[in-house]
């Protein structure tokens, strides 16, 4: 999305319609059927999302501070959901 700096705010350039046009730059045909690509996409972030409440989870049980054993989730998740991605989602 092409952004411009306006009295010191970003805005969205005009007539820039980004959303009807993302899944053709994201979503390939040359790489499977764009749905089943975005299926692929979904259950990788699910997978990420109940990994991060598992941990969070413990790691709340165990008497950790929410903030810290949230930042300590997303860093153990993150590798999780880019290598998912990466080899699964938008494998060529």
Same mark, same amino acid.
């Given at each position: 999305?092409?952004?411009h700096l306006r009295r010191h705010r970003l805005v969205p350039r005009r007539g820039h319609q980004q959303l009807p046009l993302e899944p053709c730059w994201t979503f390939r045909d040359q790489r499977g059927h764009?749905?089943?690509?975005g299926l692929r996409f979904f259950t990788v972030?699910? %997978? &990420?999302y109940g990994a991060n409440l598992g941990i969070l989870s413990a790691l709340i049980a165990l008497g950790m501070d @929410? %903030? &810290?054993a949230q930042a300590i989730a997303i860093v153990l998740v993150t590798p999780l959901n880019f290598v998912g991605n @990466?080899?699964?989602s938008f494998r060529r």
């Amino acid at each position: 999305m092409a952004l411009h700096l306006r009295r010191h705010r970003l805005v969205p350039r005009r007539g820039h319609q980004q959303l009807p046009l993302e899944p053709c730059w994201t979503f390939r045909d040359q790489r499977g059927h764009v749905g089943f690509q975005g299926l692929r996409f979904f259950t990788v972030a699910v %997978v &990420a999302y109940g990994a991060n409440l598992g941990i969070l989870s413990a790691l709340i049980a165990l008497g950790m501070d @929410k %903030v &810290a054993a949230q930042a300590i989730a997303i860093v153990l998740v993150t590798p999780l959901n880019f290598v998912g991605n @990466k080899l699964w989602s938008f494998r060529r």
